[in-house]
């Protein structure tokens, strides 16, 4: 434990053990979470490849071109590494990446489907261009990348996109708020499954998001009230 602070890793363990308990997990508890760590031009990410087995110990440091600086990544996760890595490079303010296979949001993923703006949520996660779908490429490979890349450059304000048969990829400026994103992400996709069988989920036009999001930010600037 060189280079990242039992801080540091703590905060991405706390993020990983809040994911599993909201329940957003597959049944495999198969994910992938990092952490920029400040001021460097490196990332903590895990080394296993299931929640289950994340501790501060087996945690791993790497540079933004996905070299491995500290530490030892099991191969699953290694083939893993530059859908991390792509994220800090081209979103200098992202400060943390989770990978998960949420079941709902997945679900869209497997079905070649983006998430578009269906639920206040969203607005007020300021997840506001909906979760765009990256085109299939073998997990972590160039062609993956590539197609990462693109809806990252195509998208300026998303938090987080579909891996086409694949998974869910969440990011923010912490590791809280990359395990919140996610949470949103599935919960989106739940509700959007279950609408459909409603008639289908309506979609959050420009004004009703602009109205959501205005009074978010209305009472946020109020602060907290006492009588
Ligand atoms: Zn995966």
């Known amino acids: 434990m060189t280079t990242a602070d039992s801080q540091i890793r703590q905060e991405l363990i706390d993020a990983i053990n809040m994911t599993v308990a909201s329940g957003i997990m597959s049944k495999s508890n198969h994910g992938n979470m990092s952490l920029r760590l400040p001021g460097t031009d490196t990332f903590l990410m895990t080394g296993l490849s299931s929640f289950s087995l994340v501790?501060?110990?087996?945690?791993v440091v790497l540079d933004l071109e996905g070299n491995l600086v500290e530490g030892e990544i099991q191969a699953t996760n290694a083939e893993v590494i530059q859908m991390h890595a792509v994220v800090y490079r081209e979103r200098p303010e992202v400060g943390s990446v989770l990978h998960t296979h949420s079941p709902f949001a997945t679900a869209f993923a497997v079905a070649s489907r983006s998430l578009p703006l269906f639920y206040e949520a969203q607005i007020r996660n300021d997840?506001?261009?909906?979760?765009?779908?990256?085109?299939?490429?073998?997990r972590g490979s160039g062609e993956s990348i590539a197609n990462i890349s693109k809806v990252l450059h195509d998208f300026d304000q998303i938090k987080g996109l579909l891996l086409e048969n694949h998974g869910v990829l969440a990011f923010s400026n912490?590791?809280?708020?990359?395990?919140t994103i996610n949470m949103i992400i599935e919960e989106t996709a739940q509700l959007a499954l279950y609408?459909?069988?409603?008639g289908g989920p309506t979609i959050l036009t420009?004004?009703?998001a602009g109205a959501a999001l205005k009074r978010r930010d209305d009472f946020g600037a109020q602060g907290t009230q006492k009588a």
């Not at 501790?55 to 945690?59: A, E, I, Q, W, Y």
């Not at 997840?127 to 073998?138: D, H, K, Q, R, W």
């Not at 912490?174 to 395990?179: Q, R, T, V």
């Open 174 to 179: 912490d590791a809280k708020g990359a395990a």
């Open 127 to 138: 997840i506001l261009e909906g979760v765009p779908l990256a085109g299939f490429g073998p």
């Open 195 to 198: 609408a459909e069988g409603l």
């Open 55 to 59: 501790s501060p110990d087996n945690l």
């Open 206 to 208: 420009p004004e009703r």
